[in-house]
Every structure is written in C-alpha cells, then in structure tokens.
T-cell receptor
Framework: QKEVEQDPGPLSVPEGAIVSLNCTYS??????FMWYRQYSRKGPELLMY????GNKEDGRFTAQVDKSSKYISLFIRDSQPSDSATYLC????????????FGGGTRVLVKP | EPEVTQTPSHQVTQMGQEVILRCVPI?????FYWYRQILGQKVEFLVS????????KSEIFDDQFSVERPDGSNFTLKIRSTKLEDSAMYFC?????????FGNGTRLTVT
C-alpha cells in the first residue's frame, strides 16, 4: 500500500464549479497536512496548511482533515481557469524539520 | 513576499560530469531540503539539513550526492558523477518547521 494516495485525474470542471480533491494515507503518525498547487515546470506553491483533524478555510479554499479515516480533502469554490494546475497533498509527522511525503498529484482543468 | 530562489533554471550536462545546483532559502528559515521530481512522478525527498548538518536523507541520496551551506545564505546540492537517471526537476525548500516553501526548481537533463 502506498503511503499517500491521490487520484491522478485529470479532473475537468466548468468555470464556477466546486473542485473537490482528496488524498488517503496509511501512516497514522502524520499530523501535519498541506496542499500545494503546481503549475507545469514550476515548484509546488503552498495553498493550505492544517494540523490534526478539522476544517480550515482561506478565501475560496477549504481544507478538511479526518484523521480517523486517514482522509484529507481540498475544496475550491468558484473555480477559475487560472486554477488549472496539479494539486499535491503532502504530510508530515512532526512540525520541526520532518520531511514531507507527497501524493502523486491530481491534475485539474477548469474550462471557461 | 520572500521566496526560495534556485539557479540555474535549466542545466544540461553529460553523463559522468559533476553538477552543482544552487539555492537561496528564505532568510529566517532554519530547515533546508532538496527534493526531486522525475517527469510524471511524485515529488521525492532527498535530504534535509539543519544546524549545518544533514538531519535526514533518503535511499536516493547516495555517495554521489552532497549538500553544503557554504556561506550562511546559499544552499547547494552537488551530484558528483551524473547518470542518465538523475534527469529530473530538483527543488530546494526551506521552512521554520512545517510547512515548507519551495523554489521553482532546476531542470537537470543528463545526456
């Protein structure tokens, strides 16, 4: 079983729709969860950062963590063509200096 | 907003040659990392660096790889004798802890 699993997509949605992304993981030690956006041939750009279970909202983005199910989600409201990118989940066991383990990424296409 | 910068953006080298990839992390960060991403694959951890020493390294980070923080601002990754399979995007990252902030990468092409 892979440590972090993410559907590769592509996920195609019309402009204005809600984009729903998720990752599952197997390592119960993970406590810190991140979502990154990656445009082609660019570095991962941090979108959301959450600790343990719960919800966090930032503008059009909502991140959810369910540690009991080992499942995390990212929702993008009012999606725009500029949201077309690959979205990577990443997680770590500690806050200080621990490596991140990434999912394989979900490619999202928002069509005008 | 401060950012992690990496140079060069693209490096082409011949198999067996040495390459040095350079990074300037965000200035008040304490933890520094190198990750790589082979085309179409996951972002993979290579090495972490804290307090002027390697704190963790992956199986990928073998004896042909080394890291240095030569002058308190730059952070480098050296590959001593490049192989074809070293062709990838190499990302530098830094953080005060978690989360990490990534640079835009160096695309290394080994021919």
């Amino acid at each position: 079983q892979k440590e972090v699993e993410q559907d590769p997509g592509p996920l195609s949605v019309p402009e204005g729709a809600i984009v729903s992304l998720n990752c599952t993981y197997s390592n119960s030690a993970f406590q810190y969860f991140m979502w990154y956006r990656q445009y082609s041939r660019k570095g991962p750009e941090l979108l959301m950062y959450t600790y343990s279970s719960g919800n966090k909202e930032d503008g059009r983005f909502t991140a959810q963590v369910d540690k009991s199910s080992k499942y995390i989600s990212l929702f993008i409201r009012d999606s725009q063509p500029s949201d077309s990118a690959t979205y990577l989940c990443a997680m770590s066991a500690t806050a200080a200096g621990n490596k991140l383990t990434f999912g394989g990424g979900t490619r999202v296409l928002v069509k005008p | 907003e401060p950012e992690v910068t990496q140079t060069p953006s693209h490096q082409v080298t011949q198999m067996g040659q040495e390459v040095i990839l350079r990074c300037v992390p965000i200035s008040n960060h304490l933890y520094f990392y190198w990750y790589r991403q082979i085309l179409g694959q996951k972002v993979e951890f290579l090495v972490s660096f804290y307090n002027n020493e390697i704190s963790e390294k992956s199986e990928i980070f073998d004896d042909q790889f080394s890291v240095e923080r030569p002058d308190g601002s730059n952070f480098t990754l050296k590959i001593r004798s490049t192989k074809l399979e070293d062709s990838a995007m190499y990302f530098c990252a830094s953080g005060k802890g978690t989360p990490l902030h990534f640079g835009n990468g160096t695309r290394l092409t080994v021919t």
